[in-house]
């Protein structure tokens, strides 16, 4: 009987309970009850019952931080009504300095978590402090996987019967860590376009160099658009079918002298409108449709990466789809063109910059080198000197290591995808590395056992661009973790205002969809999964 009267006094106190699950989160989900149930050396500072919205149920928002050495690394934990019996991990993008909503996860049931691995700011003079780009490296990832994995258990008072991680680009950088690092830390983990760290900003700053160096030099986005149109109709057709996409863009050998100034001024067109649109470019002058020396050199050098000791260290980008609001001028040259300054050079300025401008420029103050160095910049980095400098950076940064043997004695089971048209993170890297560790495993079959590679025609960084962009892997991964249903394709959607326009299905790496000939090349159902 007390008990009835307390859970009606307490009903009584919350506006709106109607149910006693309500109530029951109510005192489960405060500071001091959640703090009891803490594993050692994590910190509550926050507990409350956040109510249904929308589809999202009922949770308990717990807010806290682990101790890492010297550092402390702050999260969110979502625990909601209904739980489903799974922890789902959230990455997070850029530098960090974030923690994910947690709302989609929830709303599928799931325990979820996400940190802000190791710093507040996303202001990136923290990468002065070693503990810290550790934390962010790999470590806060680990320890606040632990830490709520614990905390979910001791909630429920049930243990956690599937532990997942999904995240994309800096995501799926920490996703991949987490796979060469802490194999025993998640039973899944999907990993999109992971980023590498210092190779990545490396790239990029090879390219700026150039670019910036001059206005000939320079990438507007018309010049994009140019340059996109120009690989579409070199390269669509290449997979046996003309359908606005480039499927696999290692097909195609597209030439960039073809839209060279100069080579339209020796009349590589002689049509009446030509002649007159290309009036300026009659001595290989810049002109609209066409790219100066320069341009084309930076056009050369965005495909091309960088090397390091004769060695790729930077991959370079594939060929299409450089074009639209999400691809090459949202991440490299910027919808506000730089400023000329007094030696000729350009610089950016104000908020607005390209994305990969954004990320690489404070990355070689703070983070790149061994040991900051104030009068070290991007525009002096030369890989063949300054490599040994870059080095134990990359090793806390960068998740290269090919060997995935002790994530798969482990059990785990590791979905990865990537756009090839992604303007951010090189697809050509991922490729590479997925082969690399296909070598150090043991072979395809032995690969397949345990891991899934997916590119995706036509997308930019995780998600935009013409081709079908939108896809859920975390199914396809619960039901290869939790039933034994290996991967095979993933049907994927071009979605327009709310309107699917096209489908197609993603197929595991090396296979590639292949047009059977009938029906519409709009539909999945037209298509099947085979070598190139």
Request: glycine share 12%.
């Amino acid at each position: 009987m007390r008990n009835a009267a307390l859970m009606a006094l307490l009903l009584s106190l919350i506006p709106g309970a109607h149910a006693q699950g309500l109530v029951a989160q109510s005192i489960a989900c405060s500071v001091a009850v959640v703090q009891a149930k803490a594993p050692k050396g994590t910190t509550i500072i926050g507990a409350v019952v956040v109510p249904t919205e929308g589809k999202r149920p009922q949770y308990c928002r717990v807010d806290g931080h682990v101790a890492s050495p010297g550092n402390e690394v702050n999260f969110r934990l979502g625990l909601p009504d209904g739980w489903n019996g799974k922890f789902l991990f959230q990455g997070v993008g850029g530098l960090g300095g974030t923690i994910a909503n947690l709302d989609s996860s929830l709303v599928r049931g799931y325990a979820a978590a996400s940190t802000d691995t190791g710093h507040v700011s996303t202001d990136p003079n923290w990468g002065s402090n070693r503990a810290k780009e550790i934390d962010y490296g790999y470590r806060g990832t680990h320890v606040t996987a632990v830490a709520g994995k614990a905390l979910t258990s001791a909630f429920y008072a049930k243990p956690v019967q599937y532990a997942y991680f999904n995240g994309c680009s800096n995501g799926g950088r920490q996703a991949m860590m987490e796979v060469q690092r802490y194999p025993d830390d998640f039973d899944g983990i999907i990993g999109g376009h992971p980023a590498t760290g210092t190779p990545m900003q490396a790239g990029r700053a090879i390219v700026y160099q150039h670019m910036l160096a001059s206005p000939d030099n320079y990438l507007s986005s018309e010049k994009i658009e140019v340059l996109s149109q120009a690989t579409l109709a070199a390269c669509d057709g290449k997979d046996g079918l003309v359908d606005g996409l480039i499927t696999d863009p290692r097909t195609c050998s597209f030439k960039v002298e073809t839209l060279a100034c100069s080579t339209f001024a020796q009349g590589a067109s002689t049509s009446a409108s030509a002649t007159a649109d290309r009036s300026a470019d009659k001595q290989g002058a810049d002109g609209p449709d066409c790219l100066t020396a320069g341009q084309a050199t930076t056009v050369k050098k965005i495909y091309a990466g960088a090397t390091a000791d004769g060695k790729p260290f930077a991959y370079g980008f594939p060929v299409g789809h450089e074009g639209g609001a999400t691809g090459w001028t949202q991440w490299i040259s910027g919808a506000v063109a730089p400023a000329k300054q007094e030696d000729g050079s350009l610089a950016y300025g104000g908020t607005r910059l390209p994305s990969g401008y954004g990320l690489m420029e404070p990355n070689f103050r703070f983070l790149a080198l061994d040991n900051d160095d104030p009068a070290f910049s991007w525009k002096v980095l030369n890989l063949d000197r300054d490599l040994p400098r870059l080095k134990t950076m990359t090793e806390i940064l960068s998740p290269l290591d090919p060997d995935l043997r002790p994530f798969r004695k482990s059990g785990g089971k590791l979905i990865m995808y990537h756009g090839w048209s992604d303007p951010g993170i090189s697809a050509v890297g991922t490729v590479a590395y997925y082969d690399q560790m296909v070598k150090t495993v043991g072979g395809q079959k032995d690969a397949d056992s345990f891991t899934r590679l997916y590119m995706v025609p036509g997308m930019h960084h995780c998600s935009g661009g013409p081709g079908p962009n939108s896809f859920d892997m975390l199914p396809v991964l619960e039901a290869w973790v939790e039933k034994g249903v290996a991967p095979g394709s993933v049907i994927a959607s071009r979605v327009v205002d709310g309107k699917t326009e096209r489908t197609r299905p993603l197929c595991p790496h090396p296979q590639v969809a292949r047009y059977t000939g009938k029906g519409s090349v709009d539909e999945a159902a037209s298509f099947r999964c085979g070598v190139r």
